[in-house]
């Protein structure tokens, strides 16, 4: 039987949140830092290679197709070896990707090296979520998601910050910079997973075995189907929410950019209070939670159907904040939830399948958008529908998900 990295339960609490918690807020911000920074830097890469605006959008595309074919065989992975192991190897691929980008001089290396960075992020997630559900207790454990997903939008404003000074430093020379700041990092996993003695898998049975497990799982079904809703509504709003108040409210550009940056801001906030939420108010249940948050998500939605010229300010702002803090908020909640459904020794291939629905849904539903908006000529017919769609998962996840299952109470 494979192997595990030792548990890290028998941690003080104090180790917990001063060791491991960095350790996994710093994966996702380095995973995130990268494949961010390629596009905020676009405007280099495309005169430094003599691309057009197809290919730049490419880098993006395959990016999330490599986290789709990573999904599944990454999280069973997690479940096999360990997240020390894995998250090695997923900042081995970072880096490789970073790198290999660093030295590209045309663009099917620069496609190659985005998918590079695809498959190492792919493997972040179900790890991360696999390594909180591990070291940290129950009453605490969606408050640690949502710090460790912080890493996200903090990578985010990294690679902002980063593609500015790459004027005067050469975007290669930041992705290069970014490689071995990954290889550090990757070291420090390496580090962590050597010291620890393994123990058996708890986990019986082959990966075939474990993912029919996963499939098979009522609670899991739930979550990724509502999973599926919830990441399309959000990605149709981090796609068209500034075209939307420029085109309906007639806002000017500086104040629909603020509007998207107070959504951005409301979103990490809410990642951490939405779980603090949950583990100190409700016990360590997320049900109620989940229905809660994507209840008020979905009237923001319908609310954003009736928005029309002269609406006031700070109307819109308000309505950005209350999607931001809710629509890009949810992600930490929900794997939680499905970390806990899952059987033990499977969170990884529970988190892989998760990820594989809400890439679908995040690919298809922004399409979906775009066609009513095109097909209407407003936003009326597309806000509803995005509405309905988020009304639609928080149905699944009450009437589908059940309290006191795995590591819920």
């Known amino acids: 039987m ?15 949140w001063r060791g ?10 380095t995973g995130t830092v990268g494949y961010v920074s390629v596009m905020a830097m676009a405007p280099l890469i495309r005169a430094d290679l003599d691309l057009n605006a197809t290919q730049i959008g490419s880098f993006m595309s395959v990016f999330y197709l490599a986290l789709g ?3 599944i065989p990454g999280g069973i992975f997690v479940d096999r070896a360990g997240v020390g192991k894995a998250l090695t ?22 496609v190659l090296a985005s998918f590079v960075m695809g498959l190492g992020y792919g493997l972040v997630n179900p790890a991360t979520a696999k390594g909180v559900l591990d070291g940290f ?15 996200v939008p903090v990578g985010g404003l990294a690679a902002a910050g980063l593609a ?55 609670d899991l079904t739930a979550i990724n189907v509502a999973g599926f809703f919830f990441n399309g509504a959000q990605q149709s709003l981090a796609t068209y929410l500034t ?61 954003a159907a009736l928005v029309g010229p002269g609406w006031p300010g700070f109307v819109l702002v308000g309505l950005a904040a209350a999607a931001g803090a809710t629509v890009l908020a949810y992600a930490p909640m929900m794997h939680t939830a499905c970390a806990e459904a899952a059987a033990p020794g499977q969170a990884g291939a529970a988190i892989g399948a998760n990820l594989l629905a809400t890439a679908v849904g995040g690919a298809i539903c922004p399409l979906l958008f775009g066609a009513l908006v095109d097909a209407t000529g407003g936003y009326m017919a597309a806000w509803t529908a995005t509405g309905l769609i988020l009304a639609g998962g928080v149905a699944v996840i009450a009437a589908g998900l059940r309290e006191g299952r795995g590591g819920v109470p």
């Open 243 to 303: 075209l939307f108040l420029r085109d309906v409210a007639l806002a000017t550009q500086p104040f629909a950019s603020l509007c998207l940056g107070v959504a951005q801001v409301a979103g990490a906030s809410g990642r951490v209070l939405w779980a603090v939420g949950s583990d100190r108010l409700a016990g360590g249940r997320r049900k109620g939670a989940l229905v809660l948050m994507m209840s008020i998500a979905a009237a923001a939605a319908f609310v």
């Open 164 to 218: 500015a000074g790459a004027a005067s430093l050469s975007w290669r020379g930041v992705l290069w910079g970014i490689a071995v700041a990954t290889v550090v990092l990757g070291i420090a996993w390496w580090l962590r997973s050597s010291r620890r003695k393994p123990r058996a898998a708890p986990a019986k049975g082959g990966s075939i075995a474990n993912l029919r497990a996963v499939m098979g799982n009522r």
């Open 89 to 110: 190897v997923s900042m081995v691929l970072l880096a490789a990707g970073a790198a290999g980008f660093a030295l590209v001089g045309s663009y099917p290396p620069a």
């Open 69 to 71: 074919v990573i999904a």
């Open 2 to 16: 494979n192997a595990t990295d030792a548990a890290i339960e028998p941690q003080p609490a104090a180790g917990r």
């Open 20 to 29: 491991l918690i960095v350790l996994l807020t710093l994966s996702h911000l």
């Open 137 to 151: 207790r129950a009453q605490e454990r969606a408050t640690a998601m949502g710090v460790k997903q912080m890493g």
